[in-house]
């Protein structure tokens, strides 16, 4: 029904501005259930059982990260008395909102649920939950960077570089292997963050417009497994040649441009005295290239 579509889109757009536009708490958790719940009919308009199954973990795993991060801002609110997101002050409460935030963005260790998620639906909504998705809760953490946990944000950072590359070696569906990237992608912003905030916008925007890049160029071919992805050579060949650039792009490969954010942030992490973090982020970034020079060379 285009009315109900309609109404679904207005409301995923809306939920994100409401997030990135507030400065209290309410408003920010607010935006964030509006957007959870417009996603959910995105995600089951294709009665299979994938998408159903897919959808209830997106929505239990975003639940249970809304209530954490309500939680976070009222035990800080109780505590201080401010509700304003610039105000963010107890250690307990910056450390439940940071799990709050990685739950909500599939940072690693609390990324189980996003390759299955991504996995179950199409690559539309796919690209969706890849890109617009993170737009809001990345627009809570650029705010709370200066008050958050630094040990803690460079654990998980480099956690989920580790995991997002390791665990895409051995994945046939590009699904996974997008889901696995968008990890690694995050690690990267994550650990930058508490150091150089616009280095991590920098990363944001060429990740999310090589990610929009390439489910685009995998909806036009109809790949969704990497077979599928061998034999679309024939087919459309300068589509398959663009999408291959993207992903080693995606990568971090020299002279294109998702090297620069890499290069950038593994500077500012060597000007901070964090040498042993740059080097293995740098080394993980090899995990992640190794499966996306494998898909080209496929």
């Not at 639906?121 to 630094?150: E, H, R, V």
């Not at 993207?246 to 942030?265: D, E, M, Q, R, Y």
Request: hydrophobic share 50%; proline share 5%.
């Amino acid at each position: 029904n285009p009315v109900t579509l309609s109404v679904v889109l207005t409301s995923l757009a809306l939920g994100t501005i409401f997030t990135v536009s507030s400065s209290h708490w309410f408003l920010a958790w607010m935006g964030l259930e509006i957007n959870t719940l417009a996603i959910i009919p995105i995600m089951t308009q294709h009665k299979h059982p994938r998408a159903i199954e897919a959808s209830t973990k997106y929505f239990l795993t975003q639940a249970a990260a809304s209530a954490l991060l309500l939680f976070s801002s009222l035990n800080n609110a109780w505590l201080t008395g401010e509700w304003s997101i610039m105000d963010l002050t107890n250690p307990l409460s910056c450390a439940t909102m940071t799990v709050a935030i990685c739950m909500k963005l599939g940072l690693a260790p609390f990324h189980f649920w996003l390759p299955e998620v991504l996995q179950g639906i199409n690559l539309t909504t796919g690209l969706i939950l890849s890109t617009w998705q993170k737009l809001a809760p990345m627009a809570i953490l650029y705010q709370i960077a200066p008050t958050l946990n630094t040990p803690l944000l460079l654990a998980l950072g480099l956690v989920s570089t580790l995991v997002g590359g390791w665990s895409g070696l051995n994945q046939t569906q590009l699904r996974k292997i997008m889901a696995f990237s968008s990890i690694a992608h995050l690690g990267w912003m994550v650990s930058i963050l508490p150091f150089s905030p616009q280095l991590m916008i920098l990363n944001l925007t060429i990740y999310l417009i090589m990610t929009s890049t390439m489910f685009l160029m995998l909806k036009t071919i109809s790949s969704t497994k990497i077979s599928s992805l061998a034999t679309s050579w024939s087919k459309t060949p300068t589509t398959t040649a663009l999408s291959l650039l993207t992903l080693l792009s995606l990568g971090g490969l020299p002279p294109l441009s998702g090297f620069v954010p890499k290069w950038f942030i593994l500077q500012e992490l060597t000007n901070q005295n964090t040498t042993i973090l740059a080097t293995t982020l740098a080394l993980s970034a090899l995990l992640s290239l190794f499966f996306y020079l494998r898909l080209t060379y496929i």
